[in-house]
């Protein structure tokens, strides 16, 4: 299949990006070097093209549809404007894809998914809603750009009166370019930015005056560093439609008062106990670990594998995520990562791994 | 992408210039470009005796890790060791001060089997 491309590809190639394939999409994994595009989120500003991931829109109350046994995270008690993280599980209470739900109107929602993930989660969707009628899929009319980092409030505030007043996971609608447009306070960084909803024809023009205005582009490379370096899972890699929500630390984003589907699954898992845990550390040297490397703990045994792992350049040193088993594995203890042969020492760290993110500023 | 007219190189991207017996060998531009921005090297070790094309040092990026492959058959005589509190000068001089390590050069002719500069600007567009 070809690789689909977002409406900013064009903007791309001028900017000599280096596109890579992700999720099915055509997307710039780096500009010019992608430790100084990781330095503009932590330090400046700076804007992703994230216009890969899909949206789709609910219209009706969220228990007579049947979107609140779809997802994991608490709907009735979300308010207007306010958006939440969480999961959509299958029966078995395998990941089917991470989300954040918003709630437009007391009877109105926007669900934001995955790029890679769009068609299995709206099959999966429309096979459990009581009236797909309700369901309307805006993916391909709607562009998204994360603008991100300390600087971004202040960046923003000349295109965006009122910004200032958005708090975490909050969201508002804006008058931009001639249309209204949704900002919500979110990200994937760990550093305080927006994500702005736009339509698909202006995106372009929105693009290129957030770069007259001074943000550095920014591509996937340096965004997988953040996310690396606070913690965050990527779908693919922490979650799969195999692996359970509770052993990839999804706990705080389920809502255990409600029906939701694959609730019973997990509430096996939790009496039978679980084998693994996610957990972060970091590597004693400057050596990064990769995706699928076995992890060892304290006394040398082996305990599970490296599910996501790059360079910090916060630290300057090697960071990862990594499945291990429950027992034996503590923070603050000695691990090492590699194969046989070679093995590099590093330490189990508690989450987030850089911790001087201006999130919540 | 720079190539540098006096230095010999490889297919794997590394280039080697050769000087009274002693060899010094580096990536090129077209390496450094396609890796972005090096993390780590592991180096060799003093004295190690490398086979032309076989595994000589090891450089991670942010995206990836990778081999590099000795382009002649020798004897490790010097390394840069600079470049592992500094692996970012592979990005910035890949030509000069990122230079990896120095060889005791064991069979001259065998710089036949590698490309001079003309031949490797025309293999750099064949990858295009």
């Known amino acids: ?361 | 992408m720079e190539v540098m007219d006096h230095l010999y190189y490889t297919k794997e991207h590394e280039w080697v210039s050769i000087d009274d017996g002693v060899a010094t060998v580096g990536i090129t531009e077209y390496a450094q470009d396609a890796l972005g921005d090096i993390t780590f090297i592991e180096l060799p070790d003093m004295d190690a005796e490398v086979e032309q094309f076989e595994q000589l040092a090891s450089v991670e990026s942010v995206k990836a890790a990778n081999d590099v492959y000795s382009p002649l058959s020798g004897k490790v005589i010097e390394v840069n060791t600079e470049l592992q509190d500094n692996p970012a000068l592979l990005n910035k001089s890949c030509y000069g001060l990122g230079w990896i390590a120095k060889l005791q050069v064991a069979a001259e002719d065998e710089a036949t089997k590698l490309m001079g500069a003309e031949e490797y600007r025309t293999y750099l567009e064949s990858l295009e």
């Open chain 1, 1 to 361: 299949m070809p690789l689909k491309q977002t409406p900013i590809y064009n903007e791309h190639l001028r900017l000599q990006a280096k596109m890579v394939p992700f999720g099915g999409w055509d997307m710039p994994v780096q500009y010019e070097s992608i430790i100084a595009e990781y330095k503009a989120v932590r330090q400046d500003v700076a804007v992703f093209d994230i216009c890969h991931m899909g949206e789709f829109i609910i219209e009706g109350d969220a228990r007579s549809t049947g979107l609140d046994r779809i997802v994991t995270q608490s709907l009735n008690d979300l308010p207007v404007q306010s958006c939440r993280y969480g999961a959509m599980l299958n029966s078995q209470g395998g990941v089917i894809d991470d989300l954040i739900v918003f709630r437009l109107q007391p009877e109105k929602w926007m669900l934001v998914v995955n790029g890679s993930t769009i068609e299995k989660d709206k099959a999966h969707i429309l096979g459990q809603l009581k009236d797909p009628a309700c369901f309307q899929d805006i993916s391909d009319r709607t562009g998204k750009l994360d603008v991100q980092g300390p600087c971004s409030r202040e960046f923003l505030k000349p295109l965006l009166a009122g910004i200032e007043k958005l708090s975490y996971y909050t969201f508002a609608e804006f008058s931009l370019l001639d249309e209204r447009v949704i900002v919500s306070r979110t990200g994937y960084t760990g550093e305080l930015g927006y994500e702005i909803y736009i339509s698909a024809e202006k995106v372009v023009a929105l693009w290129q005056k957030l770069l007259e205005l001074g943000a550095q582009p920014a591509g996937l490379g340096s965004r997988d560093v953040l996310r690396i370096e606070m913690g965050y899972s990527l779908y693919g890699h922490e979650l799969d439609d195999g692996r359970s929500p509770l052993e990839a630390g999804l706990n705080p984003f389920i809502c255990w008062d409600k029906d939701f589907i694959g609730k019973p699954a997990l509430l096996k898992q939790k009496e039978s106990g679980l084998k693994y845990k996610v957990v972060c550390f970091v590597s004693d040297s400057r050596r990064s670990p990769r995706e699928g490397l076995d992890v060892y703990d304290a006394a040398g045994s082996l305990a599970g594998k490296v599910s996501s792992g790059t360079f910090s350049p916060a630290l300057s040193r090697g960071i990862g995520l990594a499945f291990v088993e429950r027992a034996g594995v503590e923070v603050g203890q000695q691990i090492s990562f590699g194969h046989d042969d070679m093995r590099t020492p590093a330490q189990v760290v508690s989450r987030p791994i850089y911790k001087n993110g201006s999130l919540k500023a």
